[in-house]
């Protein structure tokens, strides 16, 4: 089979391009205020992310024109680097701590969080480790999907400890529909969640802060003040938007009412600012990034593109929907950030990266024979 190169899906790149563009005009909506009180300068929170942005067109276009087979020879450092990184976390001096959580390597003026990177790890080697083996093995638990376990739950039990339940969440997520696409058994996946449906109660609910969150998600105004004050902020805000919102740059919930409105609920920004208009748009988006994403994952030329394809895909686009789902109380308070939109380095960088290696997929086609003309 010979491969030759051709120009990549460009209306993928295109929405990517209009997201991270939407997030630069929403995270400067979001942040003129904080960034003049907490530090004197209104542009402090745009030009960081402008400087992350520019570092993720770089990792971006790199990805874009390195051919993807090339990261198969980095999946075991990536891996290990990954664990490391995640241990490192609970160093004294290393890990840094934010609300409650400690998610984040901080060296020097450096922050970034292992998670994003362990994302894309296990993408990276449940991609492989599947188009590895044949397809009789695929279907065995032993040589099939017990290697994969082993690696997500040793990854997850890490993230899971920061604590970071959203994340697992997405992990597992992604984990069970590229195994379902790799071609592991359906009974062999039901028996699995039917297995780790109990586990995850009892993580839920085990500590207390977790049962908290999910009777504010109930009834939020049983404690107005307190666990319930994100979700009534959040909700006041995407109402007063109404259809064509208040105008950018108009919000009222970021003068310190509505907390981490330029990270995990900046959507609630989106819609008090855009309305519903804005809110349908960026869902559209998404919605268009998942449908060219799984195109080019089913249009690979090999297992090994598809799956890889499919994985990126669907690691951006779950924890879209997630982000989505909490800010409109759909499902329980949890952080994580809304892709390419959100503010913050490690997430926009690596999901720029992910991107490119996307549409780097998408650029390959199987070269057709040549006729040779007597």
């Not at 790199?62 to 990261?71: G, N, Q, T």
């Not at 105004?221 to 319930?228: E, H, K, V, Y």
């Not at 690979?300 to 686009?317: D, K, N, Q, S, Y």
């Amino acid at each position: 089979m010979t491969l030759e190169k051709k120009y990549p899906d460009f209306l993928l790149f295109l929405i990517i391009m209009i997201l991270v563009a939407i997030g630069i005009c929403l995270v400067f909506s979001s942040t003129y205020i904080m960034g003049y009180k907490w530090y004197g300068d209104s542009y402090y929170f745009l030009k960081k992310q402008v400087v992350f942005a520019l570092i993720g067109m770089g990792t971006f276009f790199f990805a874009l024109f390195i051919d993807y087979h090339f990261y198969k020879k980095i999946i075991l450092p990536l891996l290990i680097a990954s664990i490391l990184l995640l241990l490192a976390i609970f160093i004294p001096g290393i890990g840094h701590s934010a609300g409650g959580a400690k998610r984040w390597i901080q060296l020097g003026f450096i922050t970034f969080q292992p998670s994003e990177i362990a994302k894309f790890a296990i993408v990276l080697y449940i991609a492989d480790s599947l188009t590895r083996k044949h397809n009789t093995e695929v279907k065995t638990f032993v040589k099939g999907i017990l290697p994969s376990l082993i690696i997500v739950g040793i990854i997850s039990l890490l993230i899971l400890k920061e604590p970071d339940f959203s994340t697992t969440i997405i992990v597992l997520g992604i984990t069970f529909l590229m195994l379902f696409i790799g071609g592991t058994r359906i009974t062999q996946l039901f028996t699995l969640f039917l297995a780790l449906v109990p586990l995850g109660l009892f993580i839920l609910l085990r500590e207390g802060y977790r049962r908290t969150r999910l009777m504010s998600f109930l009834n939020p105004w049983i404690d107005p003040l307190d666990s319930g004050f994100h979700i009534i902020q959040s909700l006041l805000a995407l109402g007063s938007g109404g259809f064509m919102g208040i105008g950018l740059g108009e919000s009222r919930q970021k003068y310190f009412y509505l907390p981490d409105q330029h990270t995990d609920f900046i959507f609630s920004i989106i819609g008090e600012e855009l309305g519903f208009i804005g809110t349908t748009l960026i869902i559209i988006l998404f919605l268009l990034l998942a449908w060219r994403g799984f195109k080019i994952a089913m249009n690979a030329v090999e297992p090994f593109g598809g799956l890889l394809a499919a994985g990126i895909t669907a690691m951006i686009v779950f924890q879209a929907f997630i982000n989505i789902g909490v800010v409109t109380k759909m499902i329980p308070t949890t952080g994580i950030t809304l892709p390419f939109i959100s503010y913050g380095g490690t997430s926009l960088i690596v999901n720029m990266f992910c991107a490119g290696i996307l549409l780097n997929i998408s650029s390959f086609r199987i070269k057709e024979k040549e006729e040779v003309i007597n």
